[in-house]
């Protein structure tokens, strides 16, 4: 033999040898936490023996309550899976495996496992339990019924528990999670249950869960070794909610906004039926979460601009400030030292008040909040719901800012600019004005187990009927006249009521505001249909960075027409 075929030999001879070696390593370890640690996946399988009451199960059901939407669809469920182990040392009540190669047989019959590969497991005479790797892991139940159908001895399963959601992008944020939690308690000493973490899952984690059952009837769980939860009913709707979360993805990756939200009310109800924002996450795999964690809908707080201009004009009119035919210079004005301007610089000459608003001017509202006087103006913002929360019971909920230091930011509140609030207070504020004067609480749950009758709450009726017609009807006049500034949102087919919002954006830096071109806060409210009206859909963008050569409105109208079409045939 040759010194470089004797090299060669010498080298396999060596990788055979260190093949063996990490082969041994890691047989040795696996018999290692088999049969002195006694644990597998984490799990210690002497304390399944020994907990458990029920050999063929786990050691605790814990079954978390599944999340409706309104028409009874499921949007998040319990999913339970089952690993099988088998005892080959019996004791404490277990039976360990009879006849190892009959079971090796029945079992390759189930699992993706030879018989041979099967036995090759049993015939393993120190452990005193083994399990069968991914073949015997994540099985239905389905498959651990039939099993136990054929009466194995020494065969059980432990059951795992995880949350699963039918989309994997529906309102992420609102909905929020669930994830298992290791939990130490006397009635449950070594499970793993469900814990909500964000949204509806953390804050209906102890009806969910099972934790009022409980603490109502701590003896019926311990005896039976199981934990229900109860379901809940949410007034999302899932049809709707699939197209809106499929427009919002268009747009924002069409757009690339640092942030989108749309929300669809029932008026006179304050049901919330659907809630997107973006960024946002998968529900099942988080990805995304760590992009923005916050729920727009309650914790974003922003300067919500000219959509404000409804809520102000319909107080001047209910306080009798200012008469239909009177005529107001527009253009600027002026607020101690403070110039305030109309958007477009020079105004529209001498106009009325009420086509102030279908114009969006900004002097016309400066001189209304002189008239209803600043003291008035910031209790009428409190009768709105603003600088408090809503009560929603969502975590982190914010309270927005109406308290001012001076009178140019008390004065410029009117139009939407100098102080701050949320999504969710906007939208309750704003049901005043389509539901004839009468806010209603914004609601996103329809029940709770049995409980499933939803009740509308009225907040409050801050202005007249007679003040919330004559708005939605300047409303109406912003979409059709062709001196309105929401003409991009009307509908073929459907009268639209809409007023349009671009908010500056305060600078995070220091004093004043953002000054690049798409430097703002884009949003529109809008009540359809305008005669009756039934819904309200409310969009907002901020700071597109791509935006193709068209206005923050124009973007926002190319989903809210499709949107409202499709609602309009849904019905």
Known sequence: MSEKQSNHSNLNILLLIGVAAITFILLGARFFQL????????????????????????????KRGTIYDIQGQPIAIDTTSYSMYAVLQGGNGYDAVEDRDHTAKVLSNYIDMTRDEVLDILLNYEAIQVEFGTAGS????????????????GVYFVSQSSRQYVNDYFSSHLIGYASKQEQNNSWMPTADILTGQIGIESAYDAELSGQNTIENNPD???????LLGEDIYLTLDSRLQHYMEE???????????????????????????TAAQ?????????????TQWTNQLVEEVYEPGSTMKILTQGTAYDMGVYKPD????????????????????????????????????????????????????????????????????????????????????????????GFATTPIQLLQAFTSIANDGKMMKIQYLNGIGENDEFQ???????????????????????????????????????????????????????????????????SVVSFFPAEDPKYMLYFSMKRPTNDHNIMGSQILAEIFRPFVEYVSVYE
């Open 35 to 62: 049969n002195v640690t006694q644990s597998s996946h984490g799990e210690d399988l002497v304390e399944y023996i020994e907990d458990s009451q029920d050999p063929r199960s786990s050691i605790i059901e814990a």
């Open 138 to 153: 994540n099985m239905s139940q389905e498959t651990r019924d039939a099993i136990e159908e054929e009466n194995l001895p």
């Open 220 to 226: 019926l769980v311990e005896r039976t070794r199981t």
């Open 247 to 273: 427009l919002l993805d268009y747009s924002y990756n069409k757009y690339q906004p640092e942030e989108m939200s749309a929300y669809l009310v029932e008026v006179e109800t304050g049901k919330l039926l």
């Open 278 to 290: 973006r960024p946002t996450f998968n529900l099942n795999t988080r990805e995304g979460i760590q």
């Open 326 to 417: 009177e005529l107001v210079e527009t253009g600027s004005t002026e607020i101690e030292d403070v110039t305030v301007r109309d958007y477009n610089l020079y105004g529209w000459g001498p106009i009325t008040f009420d086509e102030g608003l279908s114009r969006s001017s900004n002097v016309t509202i400066v001189e209304l909040i002189r008239r209803i006087g600043i003291d008035k103006w910031t209790n009428q913002l409190s009768e709105f719901g603003f600088g408090q929360t809503t009560g929603s019971g969502l975590a982190n909920e914010a309270t927005g800012t109406v308290e001012f230091d001076n009178p140019v930011s008390a004065t410029m509140s009117g139009f939407g600019q």
């Open 456 to 522: 509308p709450i009225e907040i409050n009726r801050p202005i007249s009927e007679e003040a919330a017609d004559h708005i939605v009807d300047l409303m109406v006049n912003t979409v059709n006249e062709e001196y309105g500034t929401a003409q991009e949102y009307s509908v073929p087919g459907v009268q639209i009521a809409a007023k349009t919002g671009t908010a500056q954006i305060a600078n995070p830096d220091g004093l004043g505001y953002l000054e690049g071109a798409n430097d703002y806060y884009f």
